[in-house]
């Protein structure tokens, strides 16, 4: 597996490696360490990682554009002291480095779209990103296999390919089993009526409007976890306000566990973004297999599911509207109940992770074979 993230680890790439490491195969992750901050080599629940440099900042364009082909080369030295029998590709940075070694090997490739990449840079690299998209829709042509997030970014990247496999962000909710919200709370000191919000902490996601949405007179905890440029941020902010409680970055299962112990799940995406439109976040799905309700923005396609489900709030995407929906929530607990069940129930029908499992094992098994 090649990544261009240092694997704290990324939740739908710890999902799909755990998977693969069940079904017996074994998977070694070469993944860009871009802090230089965590070990070089590690055994990550039966995962070899091996991370390597350079330093290179997240926000500045210019600086990983210009870095990237320095990963791509130190990768590329990595894997030829490795045995594979298959390159995966996770989001677009990776796919030219990924059909290069699968050339030079001899192994087939699967391009793992997480998003549309063209989209998701648009705003820091401007026309650029048209570009990007041509390179990305010719380049998707090439791989053996293609599995993506959801049926719409299957659609955009199929078009002279077979179709893409569908492989959904969705939690695997075995680890729930017997669980006590009551004892995850007490882990993390989360008191009163618990909002969460689990993710990436950059702009576009909320975050700045998240923070000043409650006061400690509210008896709401907002709980917040990840890592970002907006970090420093969120810390400070939990200095100062005892509503807010940082909890640092957390693996997928122990996200899965907080959003467990929720009351209420935040997912708001700004939806200028044309990336944010297309996506399906984590939090959706994992707020929906722990049958909690959601609270997300007006203008992205998986908003339109949420109201179609009954599943949460679909609001416009500010501050006033979201402290509106907040305490509106708050005294609504027999709303919450029924949007909870209602997004768990479609969940089971329709998002579990043991389809979107069996989705990507087929993808390796025509790639090759039962063994």
Not at 111 to 132: Q, T
Not at 240 to 267: C, M, Q
Not at 289 to 300: D, E, H, K, N, Y
Request: proline content about 6%.
């Amino acid at each position: 597996m090649l990544l261009t993230y240092p694997y704290r680890p990324d939740p739908r790439v710890f999902r799909e490696a755990r998977a693969l490491v069940r079904h017996g195969v074994n998977v070694r992750l070469i993944a860009w360490d871009r802090e230089g901050s965590l070990p070089k080599r590690s055994d990550e629940g039966g995962v070899e990682v091996i991370r390597i440099g350079p330093r290179c900042p997240y926000r500045s364009a210019g600086k990983v554009i210009s870095r990237l082909p320095r990963f791509w080369l130190r990768a590329l030295r990595e894997s030829r002291k490795l045995g594979f029998s298959v390159v995966h590709c996770h989001d677009f940075d990776t796919l030219p480095l990924g059909l290069l070694i699968s050339r030079l090997r001899h192994v087939p490739a699967i391009y793992d779209a997480h998003e549309l990449y063209s989209e998701m840079v648009r705003k820091d690299v401007g026309a650029i990103s048209d570009l990007i998209w041509m390179a990305e829709s010719w380049l998707a042509k090439r791989p053996e296999e293609l599995i993506t997030v959801n049926e719409n970014l299957a659609e955009k990247l199929s078009h002279g390919r077979k179709p893409a496999g569908i492989v959904r962000n969705s939690p695997d909710t075995g680890i729930l089993d017997g669980l006590d919200a009551q004892q995850i709370k007490e882990r993390h000191n989360l008191r009163g009526f618990v909002v969460s919000y689990l993710g990436s902490l950059e702009p576009g996601r909320f975050v700045e409007d998240l923070v000043g949405s409650v006061g400690p007179s509210d008896k709401i905890t907002l709980a917040i976890g990840g890592n970002g440029t907006l970090r420093p941020m969120v810390e400070k902010a939990s200095l100062h306000n005892p509503a807010i409680k940082f909890l640092g970055t957390l693996d997928p299962d122990e996200a899965l566990r907080v959003t467990w112990a929720s009351d209420l799940v935040v997912a708001m995406l700004d939806p200028s973004n044309p990336n944010y439109r297309a996506s399906t976040p984590v939090k959706v799905l994992d707020a929906m297999a722990c049958g909690r309700p959601i609270v997300t923005s007006q203008g992205l396609d998986i908003s339109k599911k949420v109201e179609e489900v009954g599943s949460g709030f679909v609001i416009p995407y500010s501050g006033t509207a979201f402290r509106e929906t907040l305490l509106k929530a708050v005294s609504s607990p027999k709303t919450l109940e029924t949007m909870g069940r209602k997004g768990l129930e479609y969940y089971e029908k329709e998002l579990s992770w043991e389809s979107s499992r069996n989705e990507l094992i087929k993808a390796y098994k025509a790639l090759v074979g039962e063994s």
